[in-house]
Structures are given as C-alpha cells and as structure tokens.
C-alpha cells in the first residue's frame, strides 16, 4: 500500500490504546522478517533505521527495499530514521523517501534541543514528515545512586510539556529507565510508571518507549547453547511494557531482540552443519526466527489487526 507517516500510524494507536513496533533494520533479511511477522498478523509496521544502517547499507539501498516492502504489503508502513543527529543525513531523509525522522539533540541543554528539534520539525513538516523528538538521557535507573542523578538523568514532566509545545514534535521519547543493548538492568528491572503517567497527562501526543527489547529466554538460551557469551543479559520483563504501553506508550523500539534472534539461528546453523557455506541456508532461518520474534511482539504489544484501521 505504500508507504505512510508515523503520525498517521501513532496517532491511531494513541486513540486506540496500543502500540507499534518500531524494528530497527540493516539488510534484507531482517526486514524481510520483520514485514512477514507483521504482515502476518495484520499490523501496522515502523521500519526503524539508524544513521549506522545508513552507512552500512546505503541510503538508496534502504529506501529502495523499504519502498518496496511498503508496495508489495497490505499493511502501514512507516520508514523512520532513528536517532537522527547528523544534519545532512536528516535533511537527505526528509527529501528522499523517509516518511518519518527522530531528531536526537537529548545530550544538549534544555534550550539547545528546543532549538535544534523545532528546525527539523519546520523543514520536515513542511514535506509532510512527521518527527519524533527526545528528552532526558536513557540509562537504566540502577546505575544513578542518587536522587539528583535520577532527576538529572530522566524526563521531567514539566520539561516534557514545554519541550512538546515549543518544538511541535509529533511524537516524544521520554526517559523512563531503559537503556539501549541487551544488559539494561544490573538487579530487578523498574521503569519508572509514575513518571510516565504524568508525562502522558501533560503532553497527550503519543510517546515512545527507546531501550524496549525484553531479551526472551529461549532466544538468549539458543545464543548461549551454541557457544555465544552474554552473561548477565537483562531486558524489559513484557508485564512492565504492557504496562506501559496501558499508560500511554504508542511505539516501541526493537532492535537487540532482533540482533540476538538473528546471531542465534546462525549460530545454530555453522555449529550444525560445519560443511555449510551457501548464504541462504546461513540466513534463511535468521529470517524465520525474527518473523517468530515479531510474531510474539505485535501480540504483546496489541497492534495486530489494526492494519485496517481496527
Ligand atoms: O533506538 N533503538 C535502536 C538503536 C539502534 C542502534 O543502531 P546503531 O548500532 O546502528 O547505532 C532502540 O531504542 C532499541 O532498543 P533495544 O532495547 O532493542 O536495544
Ligand atoms: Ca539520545
Ligand atoms: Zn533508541
């Protein structure tokens, strides 16, 4: 159906009290993956590609294959640029196919980010592009001893709704204690609900949740049979992103939840057949399983079926 703007996307998803995914993408198979999971359960989409993916794909590769995953797929697709922060990279995403950018300007001061993240909001509305603009630090909540380090380090509330209406972003990432990667808590994981309750009440618009990857047992369990180290790996327990999502999260970042299906099955396959060496018999099942991984997904996050508008 082509390809359609975040807003268009998240702002069904606000009214209707779910979210979607955001899934981070660098090659084909993994977007591949990522477009049958969700075609499959009838779910709107956000391709998710970081400035990273760019350079390690290249820009008309990505925007090629993302169009055309967009055309041959009965479902709403968003192609997003994550973590924009380089100028040139952001403008060439406004002008070039990108239906969607994050202006990340969140290490600046208060006033810096405003400033910053209302010149891409004015060049990318004018082209009918949505943005998602960032405030506060994502770190998980253990690593701040203190009161003031958490303060300084989380959204304020009141810094939220200012930054909200001074920018004009049309969706906001708040810091609520994740952090990106597969090791986000040190003890029992905690985001911080309260704070994302009043954060919602002041600014309404739909918020996004960065660092969301839950790091599944079975998969960490596969890495680690076939000889993968990640010790101590911790993600966000799926009962606090539902939770979450019930107060007013509307898109979800995953990007290590795919990394880790992906190292995975490949993993399994050179430990199983050392003869092997044809690529696909290499990636194919890194494919099948991140469609299985997307499949969990989109039922923990309650956007299948909304394809439709549903
Ligand atoms: O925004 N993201 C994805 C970050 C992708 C980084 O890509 P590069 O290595 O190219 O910079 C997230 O919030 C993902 O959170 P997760 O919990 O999946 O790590
Ligand atoms: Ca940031
Ligand atoms: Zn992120």
């Given at each position: 159906?082509?390809?359609?703007?975040?807003?268009?996307?998240?702002?069904?998803?606000?009214?209707?009290?779910?979210?979607?995914?955001?899934?981070?993408?660098?090659?084909?198979?993994?977007?591949?993956?990522?477009?049958?999971?969700?075609?499959?359960?009838?779910?709107?989409?956000?391709?998710?590609?970081?400035?990273?993916?760019?350079?390690?794909?290249?820009?008309?590769?990505?925007?090629?294959?993302?169009?055309?995953?967009?055309?041959?797929?009965?479902?709403?697709?968003?192609?997003?640029?994550?973590?924009?922060?380089?100028?040139?990279?952001?403008?060439?995403?406004?002008?070039?196919?990108?239906?969607?950018?994050?202006?990340?300007?969140?290490h600046l001061p208060l006033e810096d980010n405003i400033r910053v993240t209302r010149r891409v909001v004015e060049m990318a509305h004018a082209e009918g592009i949505s943005v998602e603009g960032e405030l506060g630090r994502l770190q998980g909540i253990e690593e701040m001893v203190s009161v003031e380090e958490r303060e300084a380090t989380l959204t304020d509330p009141q810094?939220?709704?200012?930054?909200?209406?001074?920018?004009?972003?049309?969706?906001?990432?708040?810091?609520?204690?994740?952090s990106h990667g597969a090791f986000k808590f040190k003890g029992k994981a905690k985001l911080d609900l309260k704070r994302l309750r009043e954060i919602k009440r002041r600014v309404g618009i739909p918020l996004v949740l960065h660092g969301a990857s839950t790091v599944p047992q079975r998969i960490l369990e596969l890495v680690t049979r076939y000889g993968g180290e990640l010790k101590e790996a911790k993600g966000v327990p799926p009962e606090q992103l539902k939770e979450a999502i019930s107060l007013g999260i509307n898109k979800i970042n995953t990007d290590t939840d795919l990394r880790l299906a992906l190292t995975g099955a490949v993993r399994k396959v050179l430990a199983e057949d050392r003869g092997v060496f044809d690529p696909r018999k290499i990636l194919g099942p890194a494919r099948d399983l991140i469609r299985e991984v997307v499949h969990e997904k989109v039922d923990l996050f309650g956007s299948g079926g909304k394809a439709l508008g549903g």
């Open positions: 159906m082509g390809l359609v703007t975040g807003k268009e996307v998240l702002e069904a998803a606000n009214r209707g009290g779910y979210a979607v995914g955001a899934f981070n993408i660098n090659n084909l198979e993994i977007l591949q993956g990522v477009v049958a999971g969700c075609v499959e359960k009838s779910s709107p989409v956000i391709i998710a590609v970081s400035e990273g993916a760019i350079n390690y794909a290249g820009f008309d590769y990505i925007v090629a294959m993302v169009r055309t995953a967009a055309e041959l797929s009965p479902i709403p697709m968003v192609l997003h640029l994550d973590h924009g922060r380089d100028k040139e990279i952001i403008s060439r995403c406004i002008h070039g196919g990108f239906t969607s950018v994050m202006i990340d300007a969140s810094e939220a709704e200012r930054f909200v209406e001074e920018t004009g972003v049309d969706f906001l990432a708040p810091a609520i204690g994740t």
